[in-house]
């Protein structure tokens, strides 16, 4: 037996996780190797933020949802470069991973940037922050929890300060100054060109 032979080569490790069910909610204490808190960023992009954040914050577990396969992979790449263990990739749609895989109460944060605007009227109810998104991010966060929003949409961002105040599960905070310095690649490109980053952030209520 040929030990160089790449048909008997070892599978290359990856942290993107493969979904046993789609109907099941997740087992978290199955994906990490610690069990710390969780926080979650929906639509992770390149996979900047998250890499970045996960290798400041090694006493947090973080997992990024992404649905486009080629953007995951690049997560995967910086994470394994970077040599973390606290950080997960999962390919789902976000708002069904939130709605229904994600057990309740178990995310300390969640972190939505730069999400597809849907500027087109017509289109606007495939937004991913809607009235519906409060309620159901209350039932996925811990007491106490936090959701931490970016956006350079005016329209969108309107949209998701008035789908938050309507819901009382949540008050307004800020966004602390250190985890508002960790750029998404999307931030990055909007600041070369002079395009301001809208925040928004909300606690929820215990």
Same mark, same amino acid.
């Given at each position: 037996?040929?030990?160089?032979?790449?048909?008997?080569?070892?599978?290359?490790?990856?942290?993107?996780?493969?979904?046993?069910?789609?109907?099941?909610?997740?087992?978290?204490?199955?994906?990490?190797?610690?069990?710390?808190?969780?926080?979650?960023?929906?639509?992770?992009?390149?996979?900047?933020?998250?890499?970045?954040?996960?290798?400041?914050?090694?006493?947090?577990?973080?997992?990024?949802?992404?649905?486009?396969?080629?953007?995951?992979?690049?997560?995967?790449?910086?994470?394994?470069?970077?040599?973390?263990?606290?950080?997960?990739?999962?390919?789902?749609?976000?708002?069904?991973?939130?709605?229904?895989?994600?057990?309740?109460?178990?995310?300390?944060?969640l972190h939505i940037y730069f999400p597809d605007p849907w500027p087109k009227r017509k289109h606007r109810k495939n937004r991913l922050i809607n009235e519906r998104f409060p309620q159901i991010a209350a039932q996925a966060l811990l007491p106490g929890g936090f959701v931490w929003l970016r956006t350079d949409d005016?329209?969108?961002?309107?949209?998701? #300060? *008035?789908? $938050?105040?309507? %819901?009382?599960?949540? &008050?307004?905070?800020? =966004?602390?100054?250190?985890?508002? /310095?960790? #750029? *998404?690649? $999307?931030?990055? %490109?909007?600041?070369? &060109?002079?395009?301001? =980053?809208?925040?928004?952030?909300? /606690?929820?209520?215990?």
């Amino acid at each position: 037996m040929d030990k160089d032979d790449p048909a008997l080569a070892a599978p290359p490790r990856t942290l993107i996780y493969q979904l046993p069910s789609i109907v099941q909610r997740l087992d978290l204490a199955s994906m990490f190797p610690q069990p710390q808190p969780l926080e979650v960023e929906l639509g992770s992009g390149d996979g900047s933020f998250l890499a970045n954040y996960a290798k400041l914050h090694p006493g947090r577990n973080f997992l990024g949802i992404e649905r486009l396969l080629g953007r995951l992979r690049k997560l995967d790449r910086k994470a394994l470069r970077a040599g973390l263990v606290n950080l997960r990739g999962l390919r789902i749609e976000s708002a069904y991973f939130l709605e229904y895989l994600l057990p309740p109460h178990s995310a300390s944060a969640l972190h939505i940037y730069f999400p597809d605007p849907w500027p087109k009227r017509k289109h606007r109810k495939n937004r991913l922050i809607n009235e519906r998104f409060p309620q159901i991010a209350a039932q996925a966060l811990l007491p106490g929890g936090f959701v931490w929003l970016r956006t350079d949409d005016e329209d969108y961002f309107n949209q998701m #300060v *008035t789908s $938050f105040a309507t %819901n009382s599960s949540f &008050r307004l905070v800020e =966004t602390p100054a250190d985890l508002a /310095a960790v #750029v *998404t690649d $999307f931030e990055r %490109n909007f600041h070369a &060109r002079g395009i301001a =980053t809208l925040h928004a952030a909300y /606690a929820r209520e215990d």
